[in-house]
Nanobody, 124 residues
């Protein structure tokens, strides 16, 4: 198993940047593909970004392409989500997720482990 703890959320203004972090503990971090999802009030949890085990391949939902960057540091058991040019519609609870396969998934059901989430609020 792997345990995930997100941090780095907060209240920012539109146009600002935030970097979310997800610390993993438990089994070997490098054996997991990782993803970030978010859930806004009254909406379903949606895919944001994902990265494979080595960090060589990534994918993003169209609404964040060019603004968000997912990365990982396997030596530190960390995955990050750099969020630039934030918009009010990015407001949500952001969740880190782990998947015990080589490749990542864009589907919530594809992930075995989840963190508790960190709130990101973007004001206009």
């Amino acid at each position: 198993q792997v345990q995930l703890v997100e941090s780095g959320g907060g209240l920012v203004q539109a146009g600002d940047s935030l970097r979310l972090s997800c610390a993993a503990s438990g089994r070997t971090f490098s054996s997991y593909a990782m993803g970030w999802f978010r859930q806004a009030p009254g909406k379903e949890r949606e895919f944001v970004a994902a990265i494979d085990r080595s960090g060589s391949n990534t994918d993003y939902v169209d609404s964040v392409k060019g603004r968000f960057t997912i990365s990982r540091d396997n030596a530190k058991d960390m995955v990050y989500l750099q969020m630039n040019s934030l918009k009010t519609e990015d407001t949500a609870v952001y969740y880190c997720a782990a998947r015990s396969t080589r490749g990542f998934s864009m589907f919530r059901s594809g992930y075995n482990y989840w963190g508790q989430g960190t709130q990101v609020t973007v004001s206009s």
